[in-house]
C-alpha cells in the first residue's frame, strides 16, 4: 500500500471518530509490526485445507471481549493464528493461557517477532494443521477468523466435541466471518448464541448446552 493510501486511510478513519482504530494502527506502525496479508502461494500452503493470511486483532475483537467478561479462569486457542494479530488482543485480557495454532511455520517466526517487540512474553505457539491439533482439554474459549475450508473446519469442531465429551465443561466457540455456520452447529453441542455487527464485520458466538 502507498504512503498517500495509507494518509487517506488514516484520514477517514479520523473523519469517521473512529480513535481506537487510528491509535491501533498508529502503534502497530511505529513499532514494525508486521501483520500485513500475506496469500498461499507465498508461504506455499495447499489451497485444499488453507486460506490466506488476514489479521483479525484490533479495536472491533476487543469490543467482542469486553461483553464476553473474560476473567482468569478462561483460556483461549487461536486455530490458525498466523502472525498474531488476534493473539496480541487477547493478550490484553486475563485469560489463564492463549494458545496459537498454525500451519506455516515461517508466520510462527514473524508471530513470536511481533509479541517480543510488544513485550508479551507468555502466548504458547503451536505449529500444526489444526485439525491435528487435539489437546484441548485445558481451553473454554476456541478463536476462528476464516482459517480454512469447510471440511478442516468440520474436523476441527469435531476435535472440540470430543474434547468437552472427555472433559465436560461450559465452552465458547468466537467465529469471525462466519462463513461456514454449519460446521460449527451440526452433530455438535454448541448453539448460536450471540451475534456483534460493525459495518460489514461479523462475529458469531456460540455456546454449548451443559445440562
Ligand atoms: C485469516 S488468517 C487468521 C489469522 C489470525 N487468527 C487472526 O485472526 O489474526 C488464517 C490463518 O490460518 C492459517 N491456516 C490456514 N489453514 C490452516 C490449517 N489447516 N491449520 C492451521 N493453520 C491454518 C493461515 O496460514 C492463516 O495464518
Not at 22 to 42: A, G, M, P, Q, S
Request: charged share 20%.
Amino acid at each position: 500500500m502507498s504512503l498517500a493510501t495509507d494518509i487517506i486511510n488514516a484520514l477517514s478513519l479520523l473523519f469517521h471518530g473512529e480513535w481506537h482504530e487510528f491509535i491501533f494502527r498508529l502503534r502497530v506502525h511505529t513499532l514494525n509490526i508486521d501483520l500485513k496479508n500475506t496469500y498461499l502461494d507465498e508461504l506455499n500452503l495447499p489451497e485444499e485445507r488453507c486460506h490466506y493470511y488476514a489479521n483479525s486483532g484490533g479495536p472491533h475483537l476487543d469490543k467482542v471481549l469486553r461483553d464476553l467478561k473474560i476473567n482468569p479462569l478462561d483460556a483461549i486457542v487461536d486455530f490458525g493464528s498466523g502472525k498474531g494479530g488476534a493473539l496480541i488482543t487477547f493478550s490484553r485480557y486475563p485469560f489463564s493461557k492463549i494458545s496459537g495454532v498454525e500451519l506455516s511455520p515461517e508466520l510462527v517466526a514473524i508471530a513470536e517477532e511481533n509479541f517480543k517487540k510488544l513485550n508479551i512474553g507468555t502466548i504458547t505457539m503451536t505449529i500444526s494443521d489444526a485439525a491435528d491439533f487435539t489437546n484441548l482439554d485445558e481451553y473454554n474459549y476456541f478463536y476462528f477468523f476464516s482459517p480454512f475450508p469447510a471440511a478442516v473446519m468440520s474436523a476441527v469442531i469435531r476435535n472440540v466435541c470430543s474434547s468437552l465429551t472427555n472433559s465436560p465443561r461450559k465452552a465458547t466457540i468466537i467465529y469471525f466471518n462466519p462463513e461456514y455456520h454449519d460446521a460449527v452447529v451440526t452433530d455438535s453441542p454448541f448453539v448460536k448464541t450471540n451475534e456483534f455487527n460493525h459495518h460489514e464485520l461479523r462475529y458469531y458466538i456460540y455456546s454449548n448446552r451443559t445440562s
